[in-house]
């Protein structure tokens, strides 16, 4: 299709005389995201940085439809707004997952019939740059001042982390966080599930942090952590001079330190059967008695409890108690696995790794080769060990790019297995399409499938099977 351009006959073609090679040059090592679709959202081209930042291979991404993959997960959107002005749109976005926000600028393209036929989108992090090289605002040698603010800038930047560390960019993960932000606005007893390292106790601070509660209390404890002579008292809390080697003050427990706001029993099934009695009991009429003590104190403290076990099982074999199962599991939500959610892996690698830069001093970045490794991995320590994975790759790294032989054992004797495994494939891969070539070649030859199995040595039972395998419509 020919487009309209403002630029004169002798400079136009002068663009057209440059070699493809120069415009792919400078697309592919462009610092901002480009993407192109077609007018159907198909994806025609996406630069390096646009995969870079959805931890997806060009191949991936190419069979992608921009438009509905990823439909839901920022806003507001900005594609309907282009193609119903007809121009460029200019949107500053924030992911529904995140908060985080970048801007995006999206240019619909129309052919000269006026008919839309490419979308183009650029777009800019709004936290791009972990450092700038130079900055007119930072003079080379410095002063007490410039640090002193630098050094604020970084508690406020880490505060929004702590803040804001749910991160991630799968359809699964959005529909996880989009049912617990609904959940999250009564006070409905949430049971959350999942293999350990799943990032249970973020979940559940999200949770918190969409309800009205959010600007009370979050406590969270282990219920494993803590011995069980003493997590009465730490839940309960206890009177002055209530045991031996009590505190003449006495305690608060953390029911009455979460007063108003939330409560988070990590690895619940974990507690012995006496304090599940009243936590029963706590939970039925939100009122407890102190370790020794005599009078009710009465709370208002949501509780959302975690488990990596089956309490369904629990509650079979009498070591989990049925009605305190179903007072906690008013609404129970399983935080997929990083397995099951593997679009998440680079986004989550990407963002630890950020933090161990800013926290050594340095600025390294994944080779693709590792971000390869990383996606393909499935992680049964989940978000935990890929946290642990990244921060090792960080640290033994020499130079600016972490390349492959500075993979975790695990993730090199995975990957050292892969490659066997797909080189096993390919030769499979080859022996099965000689063999469909060598009897589609003889069937075709031959008058009969006798024939065939007469002249491969094979009885005709076998020699059918395999026509009727490798040979399509086979008509003898």
């Keep these: 299709m020919e487009y309209q351009y403002e630029h004169n006959e002798e400079y136009l073609n002068y663009l057209k005389s440059l070699p493809a090679e120069f415009y792919l040059n400078i697309l592919e090592n462009c610092f901002f995201e480009i993407t192109v679709t077609d007018e159907k959202g198909n994806v025609l081209y996406a630069n390096p940085a646009c995969l870079q930042y959805h931890g997806i291979s060009a191949e991936k991404m190419w069979k992608l ?14 594609t309907d707004c282009a193609i119903e002005k007809k121009r460029t749109i200019i949107s500053r976005q924030k992911s529904i997952l995140t908060n985080e926000e970048h801007i995006t600028i999206t240019t619909p393209l129309y052919d000269p019939s006026d008919s839309l036929s490419l979308l183009v989108y650029n777009t800019l992090k709004t936290e791009s740059f972990v450092s700038f090289d130079l900055d007119y605002k930072k003079p080379e040698d410095g002063n007490a001042e410039s640090e002193m603010r630098a050094s604020k800038r970084q508690v406020l930047n880490e505060q929004t982390k702590v803040e804001n560390n749910l991160v991630g960019r799968s359809y699964v993960l959005y529909q996880t966080l989009h049912k617990l932000k609904k959940a999250a606005k009564s006070d409905i007893p949430i049971l959350l599930l999942g293999e350990s390292g799943v990032g249970k106790s973020l979940v559940a601070k999200f949770i918190h942090d969409c309800s009205s509660r959010k600007n009370e209390a979050f406590i969270s404890i282990n219920c494993a952590s803590i011995p069980d002579n003493l ?21 608060k427990g953390l029911v009455e330190m ?19 009695v009243k936590l029963l009991e706590f939970l039925e009429n939100q009122r407890f008695i102190a370790v020794g003590g005599v009078e009710a104190k009465q709370v208002n403290t949501r509780i959302i409890t975690a488990t990596n076990k089956n309490l369904e099982d629990q509650v079979k074999n009498n070591k989990f108690r049925e009605d305190l199962f179903w007072r906690i599991n008013g609404i129970t939500q399983t935080i997929p696995a990083l397995r099951e959610r593997r679009d998440d892996i680079y986004p989550i690698a990407q963002y630890y790794l950020k933090n161990y830069n800013q926290k050594y001093n340095q600025n390294k970045v994944f080779s693709n080769k590792v971000i390869d490794a990383l996606i393909q991995y499935d992680w049964p320590g989940n978000v935990r060990q890929l946290k642990n994975a990244v921060e090792q790759m ?18 090199e004797d995975f990957y050292r297995h892969q490659q066997i495994t797909e080189k096993k494939a390919v030769f499979d891969d080859l022996v099965e399409n000689y063999k469909k070539t060598l009897i589609q070649n003889y069937y075709d030859s031959s008058e009969n499938i006798a024939e065939v199995a007469d002249l491969l040595g094979l009885s005709q039972t076998t020699a059918y099977r395999l026509v009727k395998k490798y040979v399509q419509n086979p008509q003898k």
Excluded: C, H
Excluded at 65 to 78: A, H, I, K, V
């Design 394 to 411: 960080a640290v033994m790294s020499m130079g600016s790019i972490i390349s492959m032989d500075k993979l975790p054992e695990q993730l």
């Design 231 to 251: 997590i009465e008292s730490e839940l309960f809390g206890y009177v002055p001079y209530a045991f031996t080697g009590a505190s003449p003050k006495g305690k």
């Design 258 to 276: 979460a007063n108003n706001g939330t409560l988070f029993l990590d690895e619940i099934g974990e507690l012995q059967p006496n304090i599940q």
């Design 65 to 78: 439809n921009f438009r509905t993959s990823f439909q839901g997960f920022w806003t507001p959107p900005s």
